[in-house]
């Protein structure tokens, strides 16, 4: 696969530290819903979704935000034999103007860069030259918002068993 993407300027490529509360926002967007349903607000029995901003149930809403995806890199995402969830999900499936991070949870660091590998291990991934986190170290993560619509797949350098699969919705 040969994409160029050469107009991409607008993506942004970022290294930070994160914390991990992953799904502590969540957690507190149902509090809150739970609290609402509690209080006399003619509460009709319909599903609580309906109430946060973005949940399933919100397709219809006129002005979408964008969203971010989250790719968790697994504890032990080096060994091959967790090849297939090394990087979970290894297929993600976004809109345009979406972004995807990868918290690296492993201890070894790893790289998410574009383009494609075997996933055989001793050889080497072909680079795109569309994205390259560069090294993410445990603990960190690297985020990319995708601007184009596409199938963007990826993998890890030194492990090149480690591959996923970005796909961007127009
Ligand atoms: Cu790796």
Redo the contacts with the bound molecule.
Sequence with gaps: MSMKMTGDRRETLTHRRFIRTMGGGVAVAFAVVGLAACGDDGNDGTSPFARIPGGPAAEAAPAEEPAAVEVI?IPE??DPTNADI?FSPNVVTVKVGDTVTWSNT?T????VISGTSTGEPGKTGTPDGLFDSGEVQAGELFERTFDEAGTFTYF????PW?IGEVIVTG
Excluded: N, S, V
């Design positions: 890199i995402a080096w090394a492993d070894l660091f790893h790289t890890c350098t030194p492990h480690m």
